[in-house]
């Protein structure tokens, strides 16, 4: 690849290099990978963190070291916004990829003329969300789909589908942190120009899993929301992950000030 290196402004949150930029220059930083000459090297990788991701990735090594090759980790989380701003480096938004920002990123790739390949989800999910996506836009290309539920062994062959596929970008929905393991293993062999790493978007998208109202993601609710729909699942990583998160943060800022 020869697009130069992000120099979007970070912050530290948790160990975890979070970009501070909007959606729309994430956008146009796609928009330059995918405008690129593909000359070998290493494709751009971005991903995301929230309360959640971030308490993993600070109990986790192998999870941060993989987030911290992503070339944007950009915030997904209110939660994550507001702890940038306690560190020093506050986000000017939160982004939260769904189904209209998804949209926005396909419609970019049909303008460059760039193929997409859908990875994750349970066999026939990928295959939806490509339905979905490519009767919505005539113009777009779905170089190929793959659901997630490969085994280790079998990771070498859907890395030569992904690049036999001549895909341009890769969008990953394997959730964390899985995904961005497996996106910063591969990232020396794989020949897209960019890898996206999007969680369980592609559920979301192929109908499979409700996706929240808009009125929940405006008022920044949606982890309030995913614990009433799947309370089982999910109950300890917020109730108990959210004071978790809250707690490092808090310990965090105080080393800062006592550096100061």
Known sequence: MTV???????????????????????????DEALRAQ?????????????????????REAPYRAAVADADVVYADGIGVVWATRLLGGPCPERINVGPI???????L???RGASVFLLGGAPGIADEVARRLAAERPGLRIA???????????????VRKINDSG??????????????QWVSRHLPTLRVHAAWCMGGLLDQVAGAVAYPPEWVRRHHVQWLYRLVVEPRRLWR????????????????????ERQA
């Open 4 to 30: 130069a290196p992000s120099s979007t402004p970070r912050v530290d949150v948790l160990g975890v290099p979070v970009a501070r930029l909007t959606f729309e220059r994430l956008l146009r930083q796609l």
């Open 38 to 58: 593909k000359s070998g090297g290493r494709p751009e990788y971005y991903t995301y963190v929230n309360a959640y991701c971030a308490t993993l990735a600070a």
């Open 101 to 107: 920002e998804l949209g926005k990123i396909v419609d």
């Open 109 to 111: 790739c049909a303008e």
């Open 144 to 158: 190929g789909v793959h659901h997630g539920y490969f085994a280790p062994e079998e990771e070498a062959e859907v």
């Open 167 to 180: 895909a341009a970008l890769l969008i990953v929905g394997l959730g964390p942190p899985k995904q961005e």
């Open 237 to 256: 990583r917020y109730l108990l992950g959210i004071p978790e998160f809250l707690g490092r943060v808090a310990l965090q800022r105080l080393r800062l």
